[in-house]
């Protein structure tokens, strides 16, 4: 029989948990109920209990104060807190000072309350009898939390882990922008964020012993929710992680995505370790289906992440030349890229747009995993570029998008600023086929007003802005009419030109031929060698 006491300067609540359960029934002795933790300290000195439930808020001495007490008496009882919806923060200071666990008096039944007890009681079971002093960690077996952690950083292998020949389910929680919460959260990132998100997940009505978790960094964290218990499915441990997430959010303010993967009974055990990828991955959808979702192979109807990453490993030359900021190569690859759209049906420049995007996100996440919110890149990529009504929109949008990339790698990764003046001309290069590009947009990239900006340009450069323009469309023109089968009308409009007249007039200026000349030369040139 383990010994407990209740402490809440509420009379009411007092006497619900006192007949909520028959607590000889739970193997505890309920020693007394005390309206504050002066009253609690005084009645533990000579008697020291197991367990405490105590409130936060009380008059005399607080529930933090009643913590610090028993603590300098020398005793070690396992607290847990009671609290209210706006209680949190308190909670949190709770954890600090030593509290395993809280419970919601807006949540509380005689089944949660019953749970709680036989849970203290299993633990206390497992560490022997010598309560109120407890036995040192390394005397417990492992916990499944133990166990997943030491399998995922590989110290333990997956057969290890609870029933796992029954089969589970493994989740990946992503926290959604959380470079905004970082200030809040101070240095102390395991204090305030992962104690008391950990903390949250075994308050959880759903949890059992042989369920672990583990956060592998502030970004990530992973669950592991065994089938074997009876009554256990797929469906229950959906609920289980709907029911985590909302708590995050609800007690701190932390929105996340997450990724689902399911490892079917009697399966090897090292496919526990493709489980675990697969729900990281799906994470991912963040970026294809916006942020927040609980996301599992059933989403792969409209996305399927694992097979846009493995074809995506022969598309990274792009890829690369954005993160390291070559503008060259990344234009090279660009064009030609742009190219390819324009000659695909609508509905196949989505898809192959929306692949490209992905494996840009997934692969820029390496070196930052916050990064996409930082830049403020779109979270919701199938419905924006299903919103696009045509290839010419699909390139403007894509190229947008990889603009905004390599800007950022340019400004944060390197240790030069880039040149105003460069960074004008690179925005043109990026933005030519916009009709609608203007110089004030343009000089707007520099800082300089538009007049300053033109003279400032022909002198380092040695062209006008307008020549340069013209230069870049036409050379991009001359792309498209070698490589695709577009007609003169569909390249005018790829490359920026409101008109066929005015389209033909530069382009004949330029290379001193037209448009379907030029690529009747080309054809013929290239068939003859």
Not at 51 to 63: A, F, R, S
Not at 181 to 192: A, F, P, V
Not at 422 to 430: E, G, H, V
Request: aromatic letters at 12%.
């Amino acid at each position: 029989m383990y010994t407990a006491i209740v402490v809440d300067d509420e009379i009411m609540v007092r006497t619900a948990l006192e007949r909520m359960v028959d607590w000889e029934e739970e193997h505890f002795d309920l020693r007394g109920s005390y309206a504050n933790g002066k009253a609690a300290l005084e009645a533990c000195a000579g008697d020291p209990v197991d367990l405490v439930i105590t409130d936060i808020k009380m008059p005399l001495c607080t529930g933090l104060e009643l913590i610090d007490g028993l603590h300098a008496m020398g005793q070690q009882p396992m607290i847990l807190v009671l609290s209210a919806f706006d209680d949190f923060p308190l909670v949190k200071e709770a954890f600090k000072k030593g509290a395993e666990d809280y419970l919601l008096k807006q949540d509380l039944t005689p089944e949660k309350l019953q749970e709680v007890l036989r849970t203290a009681k299993a633990r206390f079971d497992a560490q022997g009898q010598d309560r109120p002093a407890r036995a040192p960690a390394a005397a417990q077996a492992p916990s499944a939390s133990q166990l997943l952690r030491d399998v995922i950083l590989h110290e333990a292998a997956p057969a290890e882990l609870p029933d796992l020949d029954k089969g589970c389910v493994v989740a990946c929680f992503f926290v959604d922008e959380l470079y905004r919460e970082m200030n809040r959260l101070g240095s102390d990132i395991q204090k305030t964020l992962i104690d008391p998100l950990t903390q949250l997940v075994r308050q959880t009505p759903l949890i059992r012993p042989c369920d672990g978790f583990y956060s592998l960094d502030v970004s990530r964290h992973f669950l592991f929710y065994s089938l074997a218990p009876a009554k256990r499915s797929t469906e229950s441990a959906l609920a289980f992680f709907r029911m985590v997430k909302k708590a995050w959010k609800d007690y701190m303010n932390l929105s996340c995505t997450v990724g689902v993967s399911y490892m079917a009974p009697c399966g090897e055990p090292d496919g526990f370790y493709a489980a675990l990828e697969q729900a990281e991955i799906n994470t991912t959808l963040r970026y294809v289906l916006g942020p927040g979702g609980v996301y599992d192979n059933t989403y792969y109807g409209k996305f399927d992440p694992l097979s846009a990453l493995k074809k995506g490993q022969s598309h990274l030359p792009l890829i690369r030349a954005a993160i390291e900021s070559d503008f060259i190569s990344a234009r090279q690859e660009q064009q030609a890229l742009s190219a390819r759209l324009m000659e695909m049906p609508l509905e196949e420049a989505r898809d192959y747009a929306l692949f490209y995007l992905f494996n840009l996100y997934y692969e820029i996440g390496f070196l930052d995993l916050q990064i996409a919110y930082k830049l403020g890149l779109d979270h919701n990529l199938y419905d924006r570029i299903h919103a696009l009504e045509s290839p010419h929109d699909i390139v403007i949008y894509f190229v947008s998008m990889l603009y905004k990339i390599m800007e950022y790698f340019e400004v944060n990764y390197t240790r030069q600023t880039p040149d105003p003046l460069l960074r004008s001309r690179r925005y043109m290069d990026s933005y030519f086929m916009r009709s609608d590009l203007t110089l004030r947009e343009v000089a707007e990239q520099s800082g300089y007003n538009e007049k300053y900006f033109c003279t400032l340009f022909k002198q380092r450069f040695g062209f006008s802005y307008s020549d340069y323009l013209t230069q870049v469309r036409i050379s991009a023109a001359k792309t498209l009419l070698e490589t695709t089968d577009l007609r003169i009308y569909a390249v005018a409009d790829a490359v920026g030109y409101n008109t066929m007249e005015h389209f033909m007039r530069m382009f004949k200026r330029e290379t001193g031929e037209s448009p379907g000349g030029y690529r009747q030369a080309f054809l013929t040139k290239r068939q003859s060698s």
